[in-house]
């Protein structure tokens, strides 16, 4: 079973910058599409971005684009999101997600992901 470790979360002005991190506990990550979601209190989850298993096809939730960078390194077994110009708004709980097949191409959809990290906090203070 796929182990996924969020990392990288933290307090942050509004303007600033934080990069999560999720390291994989398996090789077989480098097959799989991966993804980022958020769910702030009394919200429900939702996606921010994902990248296919070569990294090679990104796609992004409307809210982050251009705000946002998804990559990975499959030699490292890790997933990063590079967060620039923070809201507020982007204060949540976020997770990294794996795919449930591999080779698959990255999607919004959570039903899409399998194995889920337990989060890391980000809080953007205005």
């Known amino acids: 079973q796929v182990q996924l470790v969020e990392s990288g979360g933290g307090l942050v002005q509004a303007g600033g910058s934080l990069r999560l991190s999720c390291a994989a506990s398996e090789r077989t990550f480098s097959s799989y599409a991966m993804g980022w979601f958020r769910q702030a209190p009394e919200k429900e989850r939702e996606f921010v971005a994902a990248i296919g298993w070569s990294g090679g096809s990104t796609y992004y939730a409307d809210s982050v684009k251009g705000r946002f960078t998804i990559s990975r390194d499959n030699a490292k077994n890790t997933v990063y999101l590079q967060m620039n110009s923070l809201k507020p708004e982007d204060t949540a709980v976020y997770y990294c997600?794996?795919?449930?097949?591999?080779?698959?191409?990255?999607?919004?959809?959570?039903?899409?992901?399998?194995?889920w990290g337990q989060g890391t906090q980000v809080t953007v203070s205005s």
């Open positions: 997600a794996a795919h449930r097949y591999r080779d698959s191409a990255p999607g919004p959809n959570p039903y899409e992901y399998r194995y």
